[in-house]
């Protein structure tokens, strides 16, 4: 037995037989049509690129396509029966028509254009937006396109964005841009998996840590002791124990079941962008992942920042960035020689990776860097710098030292922190926050931030002091100034709440089936603040508007359309409500999404 078997929970005997990270088929990817899936002849095709459609009139058919990852045939759903779907090529200042087709022969579908300002019966989310793309039916649509940059699309409807509906949206601008470069290419990063999604998901409604196996150790547990003593390791392990989660819980779809695609390419496969030595290429990495956080970089080149969510910021030279499901930035390189580079995304939770290759020709391939080592999330990852961890006792006080504590134990102890005591509470501890009164005794809540602070200069779990310049947040800086320039009038704050166990995620304990809108008032420029109650980031994106990032002091700093939040994190963002009408607003992790993490922001006169 492996120490991992040793470690797994007895419900727990069956599982996946592949456990380790899936490197997927060289010529894997988009097989055949349904056609000759019902034969017996289909055949795998080469890696290819997804095709470019440029213009301002485009026909996208929604259907199904044989795919073929690991050697197991799969139907993904697709556009134009490619995977990613088509790389879409607009004009800023055009007015486009996509006429959207769902040949699906059961299932309504959607297009989301992710990041993009338009009418609210544009954006495409079933229930606010529209009422989906039945089964036979097609949807027209067309707007005004006020924006340029590095997008992507994808489905609203279901679990259709994991099975392969999205796509690349690239919008050239009509103002030359503040830098130059020579080629460029697309770089989508997702995930993919041969299970239904609908089955991951009931597995981890049922056993949220199905996907994780890296369970800690007795071995793990006595090295501990002999690094940092008994009375520490116990009090750490004490800790995690009643948090009913282990430090490993960094994602919670791992590589275990996901191959990480590179262009719908697996790792085996090699996706290759091509240069001539001296070129200033241009990469827009866009993360269209369903769950999957990456960590990129390009062993022996830096990368220039220059946009970040479609949008300029002065540049930034790093070795390497984090790219939370849904951004996007876009990075300049300058390869100088003939050798071939490789474009290394490896998930946060280090169980596996997307690669593909800057190469003078198709066929080379550079060394893979090994996975580094696996990050162990710790108490004080969770906002305080102390390495201090104490479990909290029922009735005691809280630890103002601990990063997290439970509001209210599911499995019957009383609550640790006094459910009343929200604003003596801050007054008690100094940085103590409040917290919303519907997490107070919520089964749905089971755990809370104590120090939650901005951190938009961490560059995150396992990336710190790696000998690395890592980008962070505070790195990106648009290239204007803030676009309202009002005051925010008004501060609304969220908080973002979860039951790890039941895989329960939802704003304030309040689950989207159950909650009230956001009400904005059309022409307001507001403040949203998220504080992350949970100890996992989750990705935030406000539909139809812009999310204008403040920096510690409050000032503009960047502008975005997904706002990431990691554990323990406390971040302020600048909201102006020009656009009337019902909004999607949610965590971008698509099991969080449906789990409840979900809200519907209402712009009204
Ligand atoms: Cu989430």
């Not at 002849?41 to 890696?47: G, K, N, S």
Request: charged content about 20%; proline content about 8%.
């Amino acid at each position: 037995m492996s120490s991992h078997e040793h470690a797994l929970p007895p419900s727990l005997s069956v599982r996946p037989s592949r456990r380790t990270f899936v490197k997927g088929l060289a010529m894997g990817g988009v097989a055949a049509g349904l056609g000759l899936w019902k034969g017996e002849a289909w055949a795998q095709t080469a890696a290819r690129a997804a095709p470019v459609l440029s213009g301002t009139e485009f026909d996208l058919t929604i259907g199904e396509q044989l795919v073929n990852f690991t050697g197991s045939p799969r139907v993904a759903h697709t556009v134009n029966a490619s995977l990613p779907a088509p790389t879409l090529r607009w004009r800023e200042g055009d007015t486009v028509t996509l006429r959207v087709s769902n040949r699906l022969p059961r299932d309504h579908a959607s297009i989301h254009w992710h990041g993009i300002l338009l009418p609210a019966n544009m954006d495409g989310v079933p229930g606010l937006s529209f009422n989906g793309i039945g089964p036979g039916e097609s949807y027209v649509y067309r707007f005004h396109v006020r924006q340029a940059g590095t997008y992507w699309y994808h489905s609203h409807s279901a679990f259709q964005e994991q099975i392969g509906l999205y796509g690349p949206l690239i919008i050239e601008p009509r103002e030359p841009e503040p830098f130059h470069y020579d080629r460029e290419h697309v770089v989508m990063l997702t995930d993919w998996t041969d299970e239904k999604p609908e089955r991951v998901f009931a597995k981890l409604k049922k056993q949220a840590h199905y996907y994780n196996f890296n369970r800690r150790t007795v071995g793990d547990f006595l090295r501990d002791v002999r690094e940092h003593g008994f009375g520490d390791t116990m009090a750490d392990r004490a800790a995690w124990g009643r948090m009913r989660m282990t430090p490993t819980d960094l994602a919670d779809v791992s590589g275990h079941t996901y191959t990480y695609l590179m262009n719908g390419t697996a790792p085996a496969g090699n996706w290759t962008g091509l240069f001539r030595p001296g070129e200033r290429v241009r990469l827009r990495f866009i993360n269209g992942s369903a769950m999957t956080y990456f960590d990129v970089r390009i062993p022996g080149l830096k990368m220039t920042v220059v946009a970040a969510d479609g949008q300029h910021v002065h540049p930034v030279t790093v070795d390497e960035f984090r790219i939370a499901v849904a951004e996007t930035l876009d990075v300049i390189v300058e390869p100088a020689g003939q050798d071939p580079l490789t474009i290394f995304a490896q998930s946060l939770d280090r169980t596996g990776y997307a690669r593909g290759t800057l190469a003078v020709r198709e066929g080379l391939e550079a060394p893979v860097p090994d996975l580094d080592p696996r990050p162990l999330l710790t108490m004080a990852d969770m906002g305080h710098g102390e390495h201090q961890v104490m479990p909290v006792e029922p009735g005691a006080a809280p630890d103002p030292h601990a990063g997290h504590t439970m509001p209210a134990d599911a499995a019957g102890a009383p609550p640790a922190v006094d459910p009343h005591a929200g604003h003596d509470m801050s007054s008690m501890n100094g940085g103590m926050p409040a917290h919303p009164p519907s997490e107070d005794g919520n089964p749905l809540v089971d755990m809370q931030t104590m120090m939650p602070a901005p951190r938009l200069e961490d560059p995150g779990i396992g990336l710190r002091g790696n000998g690395r310049k890592v980008l962070t947040y505070a790195d990106l800086r648009s290239v204007f100034a803030d676009p309202d320039g009002r005051d925010p009038g008004r501060t609304i704050e969220l908080h973002l709440t979860g039951h790890m166990e039941r895989f329960a995620w939802s704003f304030d304990g309040i689950k989207f089936s159950s909650a009230e809108p956001v009400q904005l008032t059309y022409g307001e420029r507001l403040r949203i603040v998220l504080v992350n109650d949970t100890m996992m980031g989750h990705p935030i994106h406000l539909h139809g508007m812009w999310s204008d990032l403040e920096d510690d002091d409050g000032n503009f700093l960047v502008r975005k359309h997904t706002v990431d939040m990691p554990p323990g994190t406390k971040r302020g963002y600048r909201v102006t409500a020009d656009a009337l009408g019902r909004w999607a607003y949610h965590c971008h992790l698509l099991f969080h999404m449906e789990a409840g993490m979900f809200r519907e922001v209402r712009v009204e006169e």
